[in-house]
């Protein structure tokens, strides 16, 4: 019964994160006047995703111009994308996650995956004797160099406002998540100390912080994300060194941690609304450029 409570409760949040998912773009807005002629025009054609600028008419105009006047320059704008919701949000961030969360669920009910928790215990019981303490402090390396790069002069993708909430949002969710899965699936510790091994709340906490950092400066460089994994993923092998968790509950742990930030990213945009933050207008404008020898297309954004 209490195995049933946890899937479903997970399942709760899982869903309840993806509806509130806003996609995390860039709006460009064309404005309702352009800069164009008076008889300059933009065509529209039916895809939607194509406009069409017509130079003006050169009635008058010497008749030795390398533009005939039936001619015309095209580019190609992408549609815009639709807002995601539910129906059409993207699922592949989540298969990662939920399957390492998967693993952990069914493991509790699957001998087979219990037998490899139980000989992992047994291998480690038999050449270390001595604990390394070092996972309590690691699970919190990911989470300052999310800051820490920032103060150092390497740029963030967001400003320390909107990072400070998604942290704070991904944090509660994991730990709400992490504290109700314990308290509903008792499983005892490797050690033997308490029956609330699973999932692994040290191993949630690193992986938050290690997804956090990869959203952040993957766009600055890739090593900086696997780096912030590396700790993670370090923080949860000390758990099972130390006989504190099965490895199963270090798994489920990274799952959830992974999750909790993806869902703190996606809620960033409702806390925006709830805050009254407005982001600054973006304006994209695009005008044809014509001249005596040459021609192109002039663009200007506003940012």
Do not use: C
């Amino acid at each position: 019964m209490k195995h049933s409570l946890a899937v479903i409760f997970l399942f709760l949040i899982g869903n309840l994160t993806i509806y509130a998912q806003q996609e995390d773009s860039i709006k460009v807005k064309i404005p309702s006047k352009t800069v164009l002629q008076p008889k300059d025009s933009l065509l529209l054609d039916k895809s939607g995703s194509k406009l069409s600028p017509l130079y003006r008419d050169y009635n008058g105009l010497n008749n030795n111009l390398p533009i005939l006047k039936d001619e015309k320059m095209t580019f190609t704008l992408d549609k815009p994308r639709r807002k995601a919701d539910i129906f059409n949000v993207s699922y592949s961030r989540f298969i990662i996650p939920m399957a390492l969360i998967s693993y952990g669920v069914i493991t509790r009910g699957n001998k087979s995956l219990q037998q490899l928790d139980h000989s992992t215990h047994n291998e480690i019981n038999e050449h270390l004797k001595v604990p390394i303490p070092i996972d309590d402090y690691s699970q919190f390396a990911p989470a300052a160099a999310v800051y820490g790069l920032d103060f150092a002069g390497i740029k963030a993708k967001h400003n320390f406002r909107d990072r400070t909430i998604v942290m704070a949002t991904s944090y509660l969710i994991m730990g709400a998540t992490v504290q109700t899965m314990k308290s509903s699936i008792n499983v005892w510790r490797p050690d033997g100390s308490d029956d609330k091994s699973f999932p692994s709340g040290h191993t949630a906490t690193a992986f938050v912080g290690a997804h956090i950092l990869f959203k952040e400066y993957k766009d600055t460089s890739p090593w900086i994300g696997i780096a912030g994994y590396t700790v993670a993923a370090g923080t949860g092998t000390l758990r099972v060194l130390n006989k504190k968790h099965w490895v199963s509950d270090v798994v489920a742990g990274a799952g959830i941690g992974i999750l909790s930030a993806e869902a703190g990213y996606m809620l960033l945009p409702v806390f925006h609304k709830a805050l009254g933050i407005k982001e600054p207008d973006k304006n994209l404008v695009i005008v044809p450029s014509i001249g005596m020898d040459s021609y192109g297309i002039g663009l200007a954004y506003t940012f």
